[in-house]
């Protein structure tokens, strides 16, 4: 599976569903979802093979945040490292071949993580989010700009921060064509709609 066509990027924290969490990432998953990130902020090797268990049912590929080496011995699809985890080098060497995803919030970590061989970019905030403590989002023109670079280094970039179905046109009106999300998902009363919403303004899977 290429990441070129994958779109929708759930951001599955356990702690942030106020369901049933699993029955919230299959709905989800049943959906439309087609990227899966494991972020729980506490260690869950049940829940985490739970997780995994569903992507895997559902085909779709699961990622590791900040833990490389979980994401390595589980053979998950990949890992997901921000600013101030392990240094995009050295997970990109412990991975091998699995994907490496990079957060990026401006130009010059866009092009640091592009230079030390991210799979894919995460960048923003785009707009304000309590999920990462974030009150303001980037402002339109540094977004189109990362969309710009990161389509002139051949590596998808993911939007991320406060993004709904009821912005995501300002996204796309942006060249924004893959978004990651949290509680737009987990926090909806039907996961499932919400997904299908997202899908709606996304372009079509290939």
Known sequence: MSLDSLHLYLLFTPQACPRDPFATL????????????????????????????????????FVVND???????????????????????????????????VSTHDREQLA??????????????CFPTATKGYAAGKAPTE???????????????????????ANLSA????GVERIAVSSAVLAADDPAAAVRELRRLLPAPR
């Not at 640091?112 to 905030?125: E, I, R, S, T």
């Not at 996204?171 to 942006?174: I, T």
């Open 112 to 125: 640091a993580a592009v230079a030390a061989g991210a799979d894919y970019l995460g960048f923003g905030p």
């Open 26 to 61: 299959a709905a989800a998953l049943e959906a439309g979802v087609d990227l899966v990130q494991w972020r729980s902020k506490d260690p869950d090797r049940p829940g985490f093979e739970r997780a995994r268990a569903l992507c895997q049912r559902a085909s779709v590929p």
């Open 171 to 174: 996204l796309r009106a942006l």
């Open 67 to 101: 833990d490389v080496m979980l994401a390595v011995r589980s053979r998950a699809a990949g890992a997901h490292v921000g600013q101030e985890d392990m240094p995009a080098d050295a997970a990109r060497k412990l991975l091998g071949q699995g994907w490496l995803g």
């Open 143 to 165: 977004i189109a700009a990362a969309v710009a670079a990161a389509a002139q280094a051949r590596v998808p970039l993911f939007a991320i921060g406060g993004i709904t179905a």
